[in-house]
């Protein structure tokens, strides 16, 4: 059984990752959004290079924190690749709300059988809301601001 300071211990460490994880939310580590992930890295269920969004700036910046290696992100993950937004098809959206329901950040707004959109400015790229559409009326587009929008926090050294 862990001791009440052990346990402090891994809930801060597990703040400091879920800190330095992008918080696109899109479960591609297999964890369902990026806290739970963070808690399975400060307990050592889970390796620091599942993360596709972190990319490999996010693989070192787990590795100083953690102390573990860096490894190469893990391909069954996904690929690094440059910050995109989900872009609806306003001519083509059927207002079927099963976007909506899918983003985990709230950044499509519309209403039942009305045309949805993005709000870029939340939208974190995760593609969740691309396999429920019926209709096919969403894109990935690059992030025009992804740079001011998701910035990688610098990680403080441990004391």
């Known amino acids: 059984m862990e001791s009440s300071a052990t346990t402090q211990s891994i809930d801060q460490l597990a703040d ?3 800190a330095l994880l992008p918080q696109t939310q899109c479960g591609r580590c297999g964890y369902p959004a990026c ?10 269920e889970a390796a620091i290079n599942r993360c596709p969004p972190g990319g490999m700036d996010g693989v070192r910046a787990l590795a100083r924190l953690t102390g573990l290696p860096v490894l190469p992100l893990d391909p069954e993950c996904g690929i690094e690749a440059p910050p995109r937004v989900a872009l609806i098809d306003e001519a083509v959206c059927i207002g079927c709300t099963k976007c909506i329901q899918a983003c985990p950040v709230d950044a499509i707004v519309g209403a039942n059988k009305l045309m949805h959109t993005v709000v870029a400015d939340l939208c974190t790229g995760c593609e969740l809301c691309i396999a429920p559409c019926p209709v096919d009326c969403i894109a990935m587009v690059p992030a025009s601001d992804a740079t001011q929008r998701l910035p990688r926090p610098e990680l403080p050294c441990p004391p």
Do not use: Q
Request: aromatic share 8%.
């Open 35 to 44: 806290r739970p992930y963070a808690v399975a890295i400060a307990h050592g």
């Open 16 to 18: 400091r990752i879920d």
